[in-house]
């Protein structure tokens, strides 16, 4: 209480030492590069606590230490100002900020996203139709049947039609065995209806 100077604080309200800010310099320079899906990149220094450098030096930034809203990222050139320390791994940047102190401009482009697309091949497993699954069909449950040749023998897992197209596609020169293949699927599937 008896010093007339008034000490920086952390954020937890706590004097911050005097080693804390002499470890922490200032930058100011461009986005080097920035990988939009794994959140970090390189920033080019320029300048170093207002002198500026002969040969530009990489300093580390992660998009948590991007001064914006929203989706964090930089684009490249970007110009921005940052504090930054010396950690084991090289310098790395504590606060990425706009000239002046602004927001991050930011990348205009977004990660693609990790969300798994359907093929093309996929079928409502209810009423055979491509485009959409089971849980979104709009008819009522259906009897169960091949999806792949809609015979209510058997099911799509145990189709002689696709593992005959399976046979033929893996070895071309199996075409004598994929025709009598044929030929019984297609008197078991006349069988089956007739015994109905």
Sequence with gaps: MGSASNPSFTAAGCPRSGEEDAALSRGS???????????????????????????????????????????????????????????????????VSGPN?????????????????????????????PGHHAKECQLPPQPKKCHFCQSVSHMVASCPVKAQQQLQHSSPGSQGTAQRDEEEEQSQVFVSEKSE
């Design 29 to 95: 320079g461009v986005c080097k590069w920035f990988n939009l899906r794994m959140g970090f990149g390189f920033l080019s220094m320029s300048n170093r606590d207002g002198a500026p450098l002969e040969d530009p030096l990489d300093v580390f930034v992660h998009q948590s230490k991007l001064h914006m809203e929203g989706f964090r990222s930089l684009r490249e050139g970007e110009a921005v100002e940052f504090t930054f320390k010396k950690s084991s791994k090289g310098l790395e940047s504590v606060r």
């Design 101 to 129: 102190g602004a927001p991050c401009l930011g990348s205009e482009r977004r990660p693609k996203s990790a969300q798994k697309r359907r093929s093309k091949g996929d079928r409502c497993y209810n009423c055979g139709g």
